[in-house]
């Protein structure tokens, strides 16, 4: 690979930044690592023997300018409600390819709404290149060929790996949103649990609810169905609970509420183990439905969400790193294709019923 040394990991010092850059090195990769804490990101270079930047995310010029000569930006530093707007136009300006590791629906949308600006730079955005995206996105994928004529996509996964820090303060955040879904092309908000199904992500079949997930945008800029909901299995005492918050969510709004459960998430909550990790597969699930009513319905095992999100976010890094591609907004399965998940170690292949 020529110019190994051109990209960046920015956020390198969270719990999943880290990560990435340890695998990275394990490949013979060569990425400079890039957050907001130096004495943080300096300890985690030297271990590796990488070269660091540090610097934060506030004037969007300035950022550019730290960004001079990387074909690439893996960003992973979240909230990314709040970084991913500078990133995004710090990449686009200074003519770097963008990636991150977000679920956040207004994220996705955001980077869609610089689609020609990205177009005129020759700049890829692709956001959402780790889980549960990537394999959702393939999943979709391989769906509307297999029906072209779907007017309705359901997705969901299966996965018993706990929270990071960062992913437990983005929920967070959500609460006071409610829930997502997409009817006829367009984005709503619904309440909480808004629907309750019995599902079989591949691990049999389990009590279900509608969850505002990332797919409700990313799925129909992948297959252009217009209406998509999104799933996770929950016993019937989380469903009465998600429910229940409907009627207080608003409190969520507040900053000095988030900002106090932010703390508590910070104290108590730890990102799982490699060893835990490796116990914990991942199944994912979709079904798209035509006017007629016909039916597919799509499954495919992977690894344990943060390893999927390890490995498949180099996987897009290297494939950039590697190929020219067209400036533009992207999804995972738009920029490699629906078999993108099955590359990744320890994916099954996509069966389709």
Not at 93 to 105: N, P, Q, R, V
Not at 106 to 121: C, G, T, Y
Not at 153 to 179: H, R, V, Y
Not at 308 to 336: C, F, N, Q, W
Request: aromatic fraction near 6%; charged fraction near 20%.
């Amino acid at each position: 690979m020529k110019n190994k040394q051109n990209w960046m990991i920015y956020g390198a010092n969270g719990y999943t930044g880290e990560l990435i850059a340890r695998e990275a090195v394990r490949l013979g990769l060569k990425p400079i690592l890039a957050g907001r804490t130096q004495n943080k990101v300096q300890q985690l270079a030297q271990e590796l023997g990488l070269e660091f930047k540090a610097f934060a995310l506030d004037d969007v010029t300035q950022l550019s300018e730290q960004l001079t000569g990387m074909k690439l930006v893996l960003h992973c530093a979240g909230p990314f409600s709040a970084t991913s707007k500078p990133m995004m136009q710090a990449c686009i300006k200074a003519g770097s390819h963008y990636l991150d590791i977000t679920g956040e629906i207004a994220v996705f949308e955001l980077a869609q709404s610089f689609n020609q600006d990205a177009e005129q730079a020759n700049v890829v955005l692709c956001p959402g290149v780790g889980f549960d995206v990537i394999p959702t996105d393939c999943i979709a994928a391989a769906l509307k060929k297999a029906l072209p004529d779907a007017t309705h996509l359901a997705l969901g996964f299966d996965s018993k790996t706990g929270l990071s820090p960062g992913t437990a303060k983005t929920s967070i955040e959500g609460m006071a949103d409610g829930g997502k879904i997409r009817k006829n092309g367009k984005i709503i908000t619904v309440p909480l649990a808004h629907q309750v199904r019995q599902i079989d992500f591949g691990d049999g079949q389990k009590s279900a609810m509608s969850v505002p997930w990332g797919d409700v945008s990313t799925a129909f800029y992948t297959t252009g169905i217009p209406n998509i909901e999104v799933f996770v299995p929950a016993p019937s005492s989380m469903i009465f609970a998600a429910k229940m918050l409907n009627s207080i969510r608003a409190v969520f709004k507040y900053k000095a509420v988030q900002n106090l459960m932010k703390q508590a998430i910070e104290k108590c909550v730890v990102g799982p183990d490699e060893e835990l990790r490796a116990k914990l597969p991942t199944y994912v699930w979709g079904e798209a439905k035509n006017a007629k009513g016909e039916i597919k319905t799509a499954r495919v095992q992977t690894q344990n969400a943060y390893s999927l999100t390890i490995h498949g976010s180099l996987t897009v890094a290297r494939y950039l790193l590697e190929h020219d591609v067209k400036g533009a907004t992207y999804t995972p399965a738009k920029l490699m294709g629906s078999r993108l998940v099955t590359q990744i170690a320890g994916s099954s292949d996509i069966v389709i019923s």
